[in-house]
Nanobody
């Protein structure tokens, strides 16, 4: 059993920067895929990116590549989503997710769907123009 708590959301002007955190507790954080997703009103959930905690391999959606960066702190068991050059279309509820093993990252790199096991409650990001 893994519990995930997102934090760091808020409102920011277009072109600004915001960093989200996902804190994990419960079962071991090591050897997990940790993913970031977002969902805007009226739209389906979109994968943002993910990291495999054992080796740091990441993937990013085309819409955020070059602007967003996923990193981790293995001691604190926290995964970060640094968002730069934010645009109004980045406005969404952002969620983190977890699953044991590298499957989440492998699926993302291959453009395949994946069933994540654990989800956080979400944190709102609003980008104004």
């Amino acid at each position: 059993q893994v519990q995930l708590v997102e934090s760091g959301g808020g409102s920011v002007q277009a072109g600004g920067r915001l960093t989200l955190s996902c804190a994990a507790s419960g079962d071991t954080y090591s050897g997990y895929s940790m993913g970031w997703f977002r969902q805007a009103p009226g739209k389906e959930r979109e994968g943002v990116g993910a990291i495999f905690t054992d080796n740091g391999v990441t993937y990013y959606a085309d819409s955020v590549r070059g602007r967003f960066t996923i990193s981790q702190d293995d001691v604190k068991k926290v995964v970060y989503l640094q968002m730069d050059s934010l645009r109004p279309e980045d406005t969404a509820m952002y969620y983190c997710a977890a699953a044991p093993g590298p499957g989440g990252v492998v699926a993302g790199l291959g453009g395949k769907p994946y069933e994540w096991k654990y989800w956080g409650q979400g944190t709102q990001v609003t980008v104004s123009s």
